[in-house]
């Protein structure tokens, strides 16, 4: 814990005629303290979204105005947590238009999100690459090391090839070490920015032991800490387990292997938070609402057991949520598995346990449909579910002063 003054004075910041209110210990690096976040020596509990859009809209001045809308709809239903992309890779409007080589505007957009993140009492979760090809991701690291004369045969070599490891560590550097052209702090060194991901929903299929990204997760986790040492890291996972507790993958999605290990790999020493995705109606297709309310209950439950008992660490429900383009859907079954998730969150933080949170996706506001996939959040269409979001924010609230004080 780094030592600090903590001085309760207001900051107001006024921007377009709006003023924003803050206190000085709202400030500061969140941290972590054994199964515990903490910020300024209190217990931190977030409620919080999904907006992987946020830099996308922001570099674009015809859908900037949406990251502020968003951020006052979310502030006004207490959620305090955002996660979001900081990468988009080659490609459409890119951030990394190739190895080393960077779009300013869209490096400013993400420079805005940070500012107005700030100024609505939202920290962030910037996630730094994606296993996916949606922006870029795995597949398009390798590309670029084929294109540079790399012999490779699979996108896991992402995870193995020293070039593509060297592309990725360069990213690291570059967006740790960017300085923002409207607040003029370093990224490293804003508390804004609650925690790193090393890379969104991680899966290497080439190698299910998970010694290749057990090795993968180590050595960047390293390389980021050794450049940024106030923020939390968190490696991006959904939550398989793996072969170093095999008694525990009864409860992974029928017969899934991902090539990751849910224990080993967050018993790495440098990562400080634990992620868990949850996703039954992905995982389960065809099985009915109770199926996956039970195995969703086993899920949570036992990822909350394990941080607490065996990792340690705090835990983030990093992303859920129902589709409504499943068969069957209905809202009241999208409420049920928000209030199971939030229940369950809910019940391990006030017994001083592992829960630190939970993120739903994904937050949208108007104006945006090309981003609806299906579990999009209007907050503010004023839904059954966006009134659960509420109560969750005021539960997790009081609970955070009620250990304050």
């Avoid at 923002?180 to 920015?193: F, L, R």
């Avoid at 859907?329 to 809910?346: G, I, T, W």
Wanted: proline share 3%; aromatic share 12%.
């Amino acid at each position: 814990m780094k030592s600090r003054v903590l001085v309760l004075s207001l900051i107001l910041l006024i921007q377009k005629g709006e003023i924003f209110v803050r206190t000085e210990d709202e400030d500061g690096f969140i941290e972590r303290e054994g199964v515990h976040l903490v910020l300024n020596g209190s217990p931190f509990y977030g409620n919080g979204f999904n907006a992987y859009w946020l830099m996308h809209a922001a570099s674009d001045p015809s859908t900037r105005n949406k990251v502020p809308t968003a951020f006052q709809e979310a502030s006004s239903h207490g959620l305090t947590v955002a996660r979001t992309w900081a990468f988009s890779d080659g490609g459409y409007r890119p951030l990394q238009f190739s190895p080393g080589s960077y779009n300013e505007q869209m490096f400013q957009g993400l420079d805005f999100v940070i500012s107005e993140a700030r100024k609505y009492g939202i920290r962030l979760v910037l996630s730094l690459v994606n296993n996916y090809e949606d922006y870029g991701g795995k597949k398009q690291y390798v590309g670029w090391a084929r294109s540079n004369g790399q012999e490779l045969s699979s996108d896991d070599a992402f995870f193995t090839n020293s070039v593509v490891k060297e592309y990725y560590k360069s990213h690291i550097k570059t967006v740790l070490t960017r300085h923002n052209y409207i607040t003029g702090v370093a990224y490293k060194d804003d508390p804004t920015i609650m925690a790193w991901e090393l890379i969104n929903e991680p899966r290497c299929t080439s190698d299910l032991s998970g010694n290749t990204l057990q090795a993968w997760i180590t050595e960047m986790a390293s390389y980021l800490k050794s450049i940024d040492e106030n923020h939390l890291l968190e490696v991006g996972l959904e939550g398989f387990y793996g072969d170093s507790y095999p008694v525990r993958k009864q409860y992974n999605p029928t017969s899934f292997q991902a090539g990751t290990d849910f224990i080993a790999n967050n018993q790495i020493p440098s990562i400080d938070l634990i992620t868990v995705h949850s996703y039954p109606d992905q995982w389960l297709p065809g099985s009915s609402n109770e199926a996956q309310t039970l195995f969703l209950n086993q899920w949570v439950n036992s990822h909350i057991e394990d941080a607490q008992n065996i990792l340690g660490k705090p835990v983030l429900f990093a992303e859920f949520g129902k589709s409504y383009n499943v068969s069957g859907y209905s809202p009241s079954e999208r409420d049920q598995l928000y209030n199971l998730v939030y229940s369950a969150v809910y019940l391990s933080a006030s017994g001083g346990g592992a829960a630190t949170g939970a993120l739903f996706w994904q937050l949208l506001t108007e104006g945006l449909d090309s981003f609806r996939d299906g579990y999009e959040i209007l907050l503010s269409e004023g839904s059954s579910t966006a009134s659960l979001v509420s109560e969750q924010s005021e539960k997790l609230s009081s609970l955070r002063k009620k250990y304050a004080g």
